[in-house]
Every structure is written in C-alpha cells, then in structure tokens.
C-alpha cells in the first residue's frame, strides 16, 4: 500500500479558501486514483473529490462542486484539493485515499471501500 501524508488544513473565516495537498511515498503515484473524503464530528465520512489515474476524470459531492477543485501533480507525486468559498459546513477531517488503478482508464472510485491507502488526516475549520 502507497503511504499518504495530507497537508494544508487549519482555520479559516467563511469564504476564504485553503489548498490541502496529499503527498505519496512512491514514484508510481500516477498509477493510483485518488480522492478525498471527509469525517465531520458525529457524522460518517463522506466522499468529496475523486480524480482518476490516467485519464485525469474527475467527480464531486454537490456540495462542493464549483468550489472545490481537485488536481495531481504526477512529477511531485502529489493531488491537490483547491478549496475556495469555505462553508462552515466544509469544517472536518479530511482524508486523502489512493487505490492502484486498474486496466479500465475510465474508471473513477468515490466510495471509501474502494479505497485501501489512507493518510492520517488534516483538520479544516471554517468559522462563521
């Protein structure tokens, strides 16, 4: 399993913006789908971005589409969420997950039981 370590989270006032980055532990990162999923207190986690492996496919949560932006950076082994017009509800733990993708290019993963690499988390609170 590739490791993840997630960055960029902290506190931010409603509508102001914060890009978390999911750096990776291996070069054939690229190979790998992505997403971020997010854990709100009390709450099951939920999806919120997915980017697959090659053919850069992207999905949302409609709660964050128009806001949030997901990108990877293959040389840097690393995807980004651009995260813009923050809601106090956007505040929660946010997980980046990867799963190595397979022969079908098109393929996008948005549930967690897709995923079998998680980093550990990074906090993002939005205040009113």
């Known amino acids: 399993q590739v490791q993840l370590v997630e960055s960029g989270g902290g506190l931010v006032q409603a509508g102001g913006s914060l890009r978390l980055s999911c750096a990776a532990s291996?070069?054939?990162?690229?190979?790998?789908?992505v997403a971020w999923f997010r854990q709100a207190p009390g709450k099951e986690r939920e999806f919120v971005a997915t980017i697959s492996w090659i053919e850069l496919i992207t999905k949302y949560a409609d709660s964050v589409k128009g806001r949030f932006t997901i990108s990877r950076d293959n040389a840097k082994a690393t995807v980004n969420l651009q995260m813009n017009s923050l809601k106090p509800e956007d505040t929660a733990v946010y997980y980046c997950a990867a799963k190595r993708g397979d022969a079908n290019i098109y393929s996008i993963y948005d549930s967690p039981a897709d995923f079998g690499s998680w980093g550990q988390g990074t906090q993002v609170t939005v205040s009113s």
């Open positions: 291996e070069r054939t990162f690229r190979t790998y789908a």
